[in-house]
């Protein structure tokens, strides 16, 4: 791990993670939280100390909404595919047995969290489930359908959700569509 200041082109090389591949890094305050493979590792980066890390086999994506981190994961993990963790010691919240499959990109909004749910390996349709942060339950788990197959990232802007699939690996083109704020699809 290192940081890089970019007005002075200075590389400062802190710590080590002993893992093959890095999934997502998030930053929150003076704090990065990083999914790398089987955990998660919390970073201060002012002070470049390693601060908290936690096992965590199959991570892949990381938000929050300044009171806990979300994550979802993929194989090889084969239930609970979305936890909460604490922003202080990284400790295991909750764990959402709810949800069907391999989870993917992650968009917080007012207390809401939506998590593309891609499914397995060569799975034909995406489903969005809705978790309630403050309550701790999964609203819903919504099939969108063959278009959503591959399901992985979501952008928010001006009250509209993006929503991202990943192209196949033999494919050429990838799927987009909007949605509005309460699930329903604005166009593909």
């Known amino acids: 791990v290192a940081s890089y ?76 595919f979305v936890r909460t963790f604490s922003l202080d010691d990284l400790s295991l919240i909750t764990q959402f047995s709810e949800i069907s499959g391999e989870a993917a990109g992650i968009l917080i909004k007012d207390g809401i969290a939506l998590v593309a749910i891609p499914g397995s390996w060569g799975s034909t349709t995406g489903k969005i489930a809705s978790i309630d942060l403050t309550e701790n339950i999964v609203l819903s788990e919504d099939d969108y359908g063959e278009f959503y197959a591959n399901i992985g990232f979501f952008a928010a802007w001006n009250n509209v959700i993006t929503v991202f699939m990943r192209t196949p690996w033999d494919g050429t083109l990838t799927n987009m569509a909007t949605l509005n704020n309460e699930g329903d699809v604005i166009e593909e």
Do not use: R
């Open 5 to 80: 200041d970019p007005l002075t082109g200075e590389t400062t090389e802190f710590a080590t993670i002993y893992t093959q591949s890095v999934q997502d890094v998030i930053i929150h305050g003076m704090f990065a939280y990083v999914a790398a493979q089987d955990s998660i590792v919390k970073l201060n980066i002012e002070t470049y100390e390693k601060v908290a890390a936690v096992a965590a086999p199959g991570v892949n994506q990381l938000a929050t909404d300044g009171e806990v981190i979300v994550a979802s994961f993929w194989f090889p993990v084969t239930e609970n």
